[in-house]
């Protein structure tokens, strides 16, 4: 079992930042990936960033691509996701979580990787403003 905690939302202007952070208590956090989701209000919820827990291969949504990182500690149990250059349309509510990544692929070639939480936090309002 996995609990997960975030905090560090919050209100900020357009172009400037923020940094998540992710506590999780429970042994096997770090047999999981972790990554971060967000729900824009009156839309689904949506995959944002991941990293592996073996070799920290990091994974990101095209639309933050360049924008956030997305880190981890295994010996703390944390993780955090820096988010700078804010932009409007990333108002939401942020989940962190632990699972399993997964990869679609186009024959031999992975074109994408996201995530499939079997773990959840209860979520951190960050609005960004014009």
């Known amino acids: 079992q996995v609990q997960l905690v975030e905090s560090g939302g919050g209100l900020v202007q357009a172009g400037g930042s923020l940094r998540l952070s992710c506590a999780a208590s429970g042994r096997t956090f770090r047999s999981y990936a972790m990554g971060w989701f967000r729900q824009p209000p009156g839309k689904e919820r949506e995959f944002v960033a991941a990293i592996s827990w073996s070799d920290g291969s990091t994974y990101y949504a095209d639309s933050v691509k360049g924008r956030f990182t997305i880190s981890r500690d295994n010996a703390k149990n944390t993780g955090d996701l820096q988010m700078n250059g804010l932009k409007p349309e990333d108002t939401a509510v942020y989940y962190c979580?632990?699972?399993?990544?997964?990869?679609?692929?186009?024959?031999?070639?992975?074109?994408?990787?996201?995530?499939?939480?079997?773990?959840w936090g209860q979520g951190t309002q960050v609005t960004v403003t014009s």
């Open positions: 979580a632990a699972g399993a990544l997964s990869s679609d692929y186009v024959g031999s070639e992975r074109t994408s990787v996201t995530m499939l939480p079997d773990y």
